[in-house]
């Protein structure tokens, strides 16, 4: 939003004849005594004044039109017209930067080293990760969105409750193709919020399998939930955890070494 300064309005100044005459263009008059009274206003010392003065207020107003510009968009941020700026996502995207760690982190093989090393589980990358590259906020968000089935064995004859799955003591577990999807979508939005904070990063992140992976999952065709009840395998992960500048120099391999 801009400000627009009103005109500056002039109005005549009462006085007597010295003011009546200012306004009429003179300058100075006779007094008694013979001599000439300069207008203050026309002097010297009236001009730098009122130089001075208009320095002031246009530095005043200069000041509050940068303000509210740097706060109308840190508080507006929008896509297509629409406000997000009470989204859990943006308004918690500055707490998520944490102390960065200067090397590659991992998790250990089993859930035991895991906890030991300081490691969470993220039941939406299904994966233990050092607590710099985990987005609690992102997480809860789309685990409360959502409520999946999830099964212990491919025949789907034993249910896993929600508690059971976060205690990521399990090897794998099946769910739903619908729970892939948005598991891309969310590693997807995990990536910008920890690239705008410039927070560590998990290897899936910056793979190119995982691409691969989601791109094979979200462009299947629905499963039929009457044949395929229990939908895809997700075995748990140790991943890994580093700053993007300790990654470049040492980027996960890839599997598939051109586009298929």
Same mark, same amino acid.
């Given at each position: 939003?801009?400000?627009?300064?009103?005109?500056?309005?002039?109005?005549?100044?009462?006085?007597?004849?010295?003011?009546?005459?200012?306004?009429?263009?003179?300058?100075?008059?006779?007094?008694?005594?013979?001599?000439?009274?300069?207008?203050?206003?026309?002097?010297?010392?009236?001009?730098?004044?009122?130089?001075?003065?208009?320095?002031?207020?246009?530095?005043?107003?200069?000041?509050?039109?940068?303000?509210?510009?740097?706060?109308?968009?840190?508080?507006?941020?929008?896509?297509?017209?629409?406000?997000?700026?009470?989204?859990?996502?943006?308004?918690?995207?500055?707490?998520?930067?944490?102390?960065?760690?200067?090397?590659?982190?991992?998790?250990?093989?089993?859930?035991?080293?895991?906890?030991?090393?300081?490691?969470?589980?993220?039941?939406?990358?299904?994966?233990?990760?050092?607590?710099?590259?985990?987005?609690?906020?992102?997480?809860?968000?789309?685990?409360?969105?959502?409520?999946?089935? /999830?099964?212990?064995?491919?025949? @789907?004859? +034993? !249910?896993? $409750?929600?508690?059971?799955?976060? *205690?990521?003591?399990? #090897?794998? &577990?099946?769910?739903?193709?619908?729970?892939?999807?948005?598991?891309?979508?969310?590693? /997807?939005?995990?990536?910008?919020? @920890?690239? +705008? !904070?410039? $927070?560590?990063?998990?290897?899936? *992140?910056?793979?190119? #399998?995982? &691409?691969?992976?989601?791109?094979?999952?979200?462009?299947?065709?629905?499963?039929?939930?009457?044949?395929?009840?229990?939908?895809?395998?997700?075995?748990?992960?140790?991943?890994?955890?580093?700053?993007?500048?300790?990654?470049?120099?040492?980027?996960?391999?890839?599997?598939?070494?051109?586009?298929?």
């Amino acid at each position: 939003m801009r400000f627009r300064s009103n005109s500056q309005l002039y109005e005549k100044v009462s006085g007597g004849e010295d003011a009546a005459d200012t306004l009429v263009g003179k300058s100075t008059i006779t007094t008694s005594l013979g001599r000439r009274k300069e207008s203050w206003l026309f002097s010297p010392i009236g001009t730098i004044l009122i130089a001075i003065l208009t320095a002031i207020v246009t530095a005043f107003i200069s000041t509050i039109i940068v303000s509210h510009r740097t706060s109308s968009t840190n508080d507006h941020l929008t896509t297509n017209g629409t406000s997000h700026a009470d989204e859990p996502f943006l308004t918690n995207e500055t707490s998520l930067k944490t102390e960065a760690p200067t090397e590659i982190k991992g998790c250990g093989s089993n859930a035991a080293e895991a906890r030991a090393l300081g490691c969470v589980y993220d039941v939406m990358m299904q994966d233990w990760m050092s607590a710099e590259c985990y987005d609690s906020v992102l997480t809860e968000k789309y685990l409360a969105n959502n409520n999946w089935t /999830w099964w212990a064995d491919s025949n @789907a004859e +034993r !249910t896993m $409750s929600n508690e059971e799955v976060a *205690l990521g003591e399990h #090897d794998v &577990v099946y769910v739903a193709q619908d729970y892939h999807v948005k598991h891309c979508i969310f590693a /997807w939005e995990k990536f910008v919020r @920890a690239f +705008r !904070t410039q $927070s560590p990063l998990i290897s899936e *992140l910056i793979s190119y #399998d995982h &691409v691969i992976h989601c791109r094979d999952h979200t462009l299947l065709p629905a499963l039929d939930s009457t044949k395929h009840i229990r939908g895809v395998v997700a075995p748990t992960g140790y991943t890994h955890c580093a700053p993007y500048d300790v990654w470049i120099k040492a980027l996960p391999e890839n599997e598939h070494s051109s586009i298929d």
